[in-house]
């Protein structure tokens, strides 16, 4: 009994050190779980599974103040199938790394016009919010996206996929996970 107390209390110690070292990352995660429980909570907003949102053809609108405008901007550009209003929500390190790695505007707009052709799209996003972070930010979204049209995919289906923007000092995107 006394070495499995003994393991039990290293474990909670080791646990608790380690939620210490790393708090701000675990207020990021408590963030964006709380934001996912709270979306599925309220899913009064969001579209039921079965029936098609009518924003297929539309375009984002910014859903709260606090929300960023290169954020929107990123969606927007999902959603119009516009890889300028992507490109332009992107800091300049991240261009240049796209840019390095043989990327370019007109390639995202090829991409951009290949999820068109499939059906693939954006039927809503919803801005969950935000926490700032040494040089920087980070943002929370549920985004609803229609499956591409295939055979196998029934109408109506919808993925809820998360969404987790890092911005920098400047409040550009710095990745998007």
Known sequence: MNIITRVAR???VRTAAGIARHARLTAVLFV?????IAASALNVSLP???HSATSASGTYRPTSQEEPSTTAA??????????KLIWDAYSDRVIRDLERRGNSLEDTQRQLDRAKEVGRRIEQAQYIGGYPIPNGSMHVYIVLQAPPRSASSQRGDVAYIPYVFTLDSDGKI????
Request: net charge neutral.
């Open 10 to 12: 290293r474990i909670v």
């Open 32 to 36: 964006a779980v709380a934001g996912i």
């Open 48 to 50: 039921a599974v079965g």
């Open 74 to 83: 990123y969606l927007r550009g999902q959603q119009s199938y516009d890889a």
């Open 174 to 177: 710095e990745r998007v996970e």
